[in-house]
């Protein structure tokens, strides 16, 4: 939640020396942070805030014209969010639709699968709800909020859920041992989600982390299949 992993391709295979500037989105060139990166163009920079976007300028020293530099690259990176004790979650505050990707603390993990928060007048808590669409082969795996106690035996996840269609739904809830590689998904417990009529009717579930989450692992997961 307070460091970033940067790598990037050399623009010339000979080169050892670049730039890293830094800063909120949109910062002028010249008045974020810098630091100097040589040896290989990767680097890690480390005291930024949590659940906070980057901006990060890249620029390469020329191999041969010293002290002078070619074209950059840039790129914006948000940093995780900083673990909590508990949380909680309704999607009321959050802008609806599938274009908006951005969930706060929430993130969605791999390319397959259909994941939002959308608004209904059946939602459990007005206006909003989280869809989630997957499959067996495209499941849709959603990252939960990292916390500082899933081992610890004094806390459980809860939620609410309905199947959309009469054939139901299941639900797996796991973590990933790779927060950007879905296929590394461990499933723990798992959830046939019933469809429920009338549709503002959300069935409770819920799942003790205490001795099936292995110690180190903060971040539970959904994934719809």
Same mark, same amino acid.
């Given at each position: ?21 830094? @800063? ?16 290989? +163009? ?7 805030? +949590? ?12 191999? %041969?014209?010293?002290?002078? #530099? ?5 790129? /914006? ?5 900083? +673990? ?5 979650? &309704? ?8 274009? %908006? ?8 993990? $791999?390319?397959? @699968?259909?994941? *939002? ?9 007005? +206006? ?5 669409? $997957? %499959? ?5 795996? =959603?990252? =939960? ?7 610890? @035996? ?15 739904? =299941?639900?797996?809830? $796991?973590?990933?041992?790779?927060? &950007? ?9 798992? #959830? ?12 409770? *579930?819920? !799942?003790?982390?205490?001795? !099936?989450?292995?110690? $180190?692992? /903060?971040?539970?997961? #959904?994934?719809?299949?």
């Amino acid at each position: 939640s307070s460091s970033v992993d940067l790598d990037w391709t050399a623009g010339d295979a000979a080169a050892t020396s670049w730039e890293v500037e830094y @800063g909120a989105p949109g910062f002028t060139p010249g008045s974020g942070t810098t630091m100097i990166v040589t040896g290989t +163009p990767a680097t890690t920079i480390s005291g930024l805030s +949590p659940n906070t976007t980057y901006q990060f300028l890249i620029i390469e020293e020329c191999v %041969n014209s010293p002290g002078t #530099f070619s074209p950059s690259i840039q790129t /914006q990176v948000t940093t995780l969010c900083a +673990p909590v004790a508990t949380w909680t979650e &309704n999607w009321d505050s959050h802008p609806t639709g599938s274009s %908006n990707t951005s969930w706060g603390c929430f993130g969605k993990i $791999g390319s397959t @699968g259909f994941m *939002y928060p959308t608004s209904s007048s059946f939602a459990p808590s007005s +206006p909003n709800y989280f869809y989630m669409s $997957g %499959n067996t082969t495209s499941p849709a795996t =959603l990252l =939960l909020p990292e916390v500082t106690n899933s081992g610890a @035996g004094t806390h459980r996840l809860e939620f609410s859920a309905r199947a959309g269609s009469t054939l139901g739904c =299941l639900v797996a809830v $796991g973590y990933v041992t790779d927060i &950007n590689d879905a296929s590394t998904f461990v499933p723990v417990d798992s #959830f046939t989600v019933a469809y429920t009529t009338p549709s503002s009717v959300y069935n409770p *579930y819920f !799942i003790d982390a205490a001795g !099936i989450v292995p110690m $180190g692992r /903060q971040s539970l997961s #959904f994934r719809a299949e």
